[in-house]
């Protein structure tokens, strides 16, 4: 390909780049770029600025407005620190907290974040060594703090870093203030525009003092301390999948009083290259394979994982046969939250002002689970600053327990506003203790709870789709379904189908249109079908992948029947994805 091939915009931001106040290595790879015969990559790393959006940035590393960099990185803080000094004007001063995963350059982006703020005159909180996502969260709150920045690219390949921007509750920004911090983003116009000399008297560093804090309150989410103390041998398989989880996890669990922790010593090497994992993703079965062996070895009540910024867990338990079975997000939010709302209730905690969130794309038995126990409810868009939204809005008024959503994100209790796996991996293991009490495995708890509430299987399919013609390619995949959306779905007529780009639903059989009541629109759509089986297609927001959400209903009266159901829901699941052509 020639540079009669590349988009004159492409070759003129990359002459930018060559000509402005850019470091030489940052030049020298743009000029590789450019003499490279294959224009792919020039291509790729300069036809669009990499978009700040409404949670912050994420891509591939390397030079390019496209890429993360410390220019890309730069900018996004300089506009964040322009805004936080016109919204917080009336302080005498402003505090941000600051802290990193195990990627590559991590440390580094996270120091110019630093140098950032301090030099536009705000106290720069940082950690001193990388830190779970959740307690960075649980430090803005403790320090006053007004924002934050975490550098993570969560559970991406080891190829990308991203940048994650938070508000005074801990949460991630929301409206209004994540369209107004992108405007403040877009408005950097040069590289000059970034101040990047540190002021060292407004930076400082964070270590145990605050690990201990955060620690003490996950302590307090114990739900029934006497049944970790009859099991405090319970045999917890545990790994961090090289990630920023491997030291205070395994504290959590001593904390609360588990004794019987084993580790993946090749897991707990800290690396931005996963060298053990094609994908650091403990929803992919791959990344659960070395921890799922360690589990065998010493005959694990529960392995868990979690992903490398410790805010995601995977938890892998016995099936009937005694071999080992993954479960999914849902499972996973459906018995923490069960859990929660039984001990709960036990304990009289319950007054009839007390609420769960979920997302609109995880399991429906969460909400039956609510109404059985006389607790609220809320649907929220994907992405866990929307269960955060809720909290702070019902602060005063209404009591959280619990929050989770189907991509392995949960958060018990209020003390973070952000999925926490520190916090659910201590919960999961209480409840793998009260199983063992009742002289049950967690997988006939699971059982248990859909004879209960009905039976519901849930199964996510996406499709990759890079670079630029990925991402117009996704957008003409949605829309043809906007406009020629399925009639039926293995069988079943389509009820009702939900645009949340426009927050509309539409009864198919009367025609009638209801407007769903959410704070922002999102490019989703869902399908209804007449069983109450749920279909969601939605693009991510985070990686180049278009998403396929299936969670499908089949009667489940006796556990006798558990095979002949599960086998049902999978041909129900399988002809889905053969009617969206998947």
Not at 87 to 93: R, S, V, Y
Not at 347 to 376: C, H, M, N, P, Q
């Amino acid at each position: 390909m020639g540079n009669s091939n590349v988009p004159e915009t492409v070759l003129q931001k990359a002459q930018a780049w060559l000509d402005g106040n850019y470091d030489e290595e940052t030049k020298a790879a743009v000029r590789a770029m450019l003499e490279n015969e294959d224009k792919t990559e020039l291509i790729d790393s300069f036809y669009k600025d990499l978009e700040f959006g409404t949670g912050g940035l994420r891509g591939i590393m390397g030079a390019g407005s496209n890429r993360m960099n410390k220019y890309t990185v730069g900018g996004a803080t300089q506009g964040l620190a322009n805004y936080l000094k016109k919204n917080f004007a009336d302080l005498d001063q402003i505090g941000v907290v600051i802290g990193y995963d195990c990627r590559n350059n991590s440390p580094e982006f996270a120091n110019i974040v630093a140098d950032i703020f301090s030099a536009n005159g705000i106290k720069a909180y940082i950690f001193d060594e990388l830190r779970p996502t959740p307690e960075i969260s649980y430090a803005i709150r403790k320090l006053g703090c007004q924002s934050g920045v975490i550098i993570t690219a969560s559970h991406n390949p080891k190829e990308y870093n991203g940048y994650k921007a938070y508000w005074d509750d801990g949460g991630q920004v929301t409206p209004p203030h994540d369209k107004n911090i992108i405007d403040e983003v877009k408005a950097i116009s040069s590289v000059d525009d970034i101040k990047f000399v540190r002021d060292p008297e407004l930076v400082e560093v964070l270590g145990e003092e605050m690990d201990k804090m955060y620690l003490d309150e996950v302590a307090k989410l114990l739900q029934d301390p006497e049944v970790v103390a009859r099991n405090k041998d319970l045999k917890i398989v545990y790994t961090p999948i090289h990630g920023t989880g491997v030291r205070l996890i395994p504290m959590a669990l001593k904390n609360i009083g588990f004794t019987n922790i084993i580790n993946v010593p090749e897991q707990d090497v800290v690396s931005g290259e996963f060298p053990t994992v094609v994908s650091p993703n403990p929803e992919e079965p791959a990344a659960m394979e070395m921890a799922l062996n360690k589990g065998r070895e010493t005959d694990a009540d529960i392995v868990m994982a979690s992903d490398p910024d410790a805010d995601r867990l995977g938890i892998a338990i016995k099936d009937l046969s005694d071999e080992y079975v993954l479960l999914n997000g849902n499972i996973t939010a459906l018995i923490l939250t069960w859990y929660m709302l039984k001990k709960w209730e036990e304990k009289g905690r319950l007054t009839g002002k007390e609420f769960i969130v979920k997302t609109i794309v995880t399991s429906e038995v969460l909400k039956d689970v609510a109404v059985k126990y006389g607790v609220d409810y809320y649907d929220v868009l994907t992405g866990f600053k929307w269960i955060a939204k809720v909290i702070r809005e019902n602060e005063g008024v209404k009591k959280y327990i619990c929050g989770g959503e189907e991509s392995y994100g949960f958060l018990p209790g209020d003390h973070v506003r952000d999925k926490d796996a520190v916090a659910s991996i201590a919960i999961a293991a209480e409840v793998a203790a009260w199983a063992k009490d009742e002289g049950k495995s967690l997988y006939e708890v699971i059982q248990d709870i859909y004879l209960e509430y009905g039976f519901s299987k849930e199964k996510m399919v996406y499709i990759v789709r890079k670079g630029k013609t990925g991402a117009e390619e996704i957008e003409q995949i949605m829309r043809d379904f906007r406009n020629d959306p399925p009639q039926q779905l293995a069988g079943h007529k389509v009820a009702v189908l939900k645009d949340y780009s426009v927050l509309e639903a539409k009864d198919l059989h009367t025609g009638d249109v209801t407007n769903i009541d959410l704070p922002a629109t999102s490019n989703v759509l869902q399908f209804i079908l007449e069983d109450n089986s749920k279909v969601t297609v939605r693009p991510s927001g985070t990686e180049p992948k278009i998403k396929f959400y299936m969670e499908v209903k089949v009667p489940f009266e006796k556990k006798e029947d558990w095979d002949k159901v599960n086998k049902l829901a999978d041909e129900k699941i399988e002809q889905i994805a053969k009617d969206l052509k998947l």
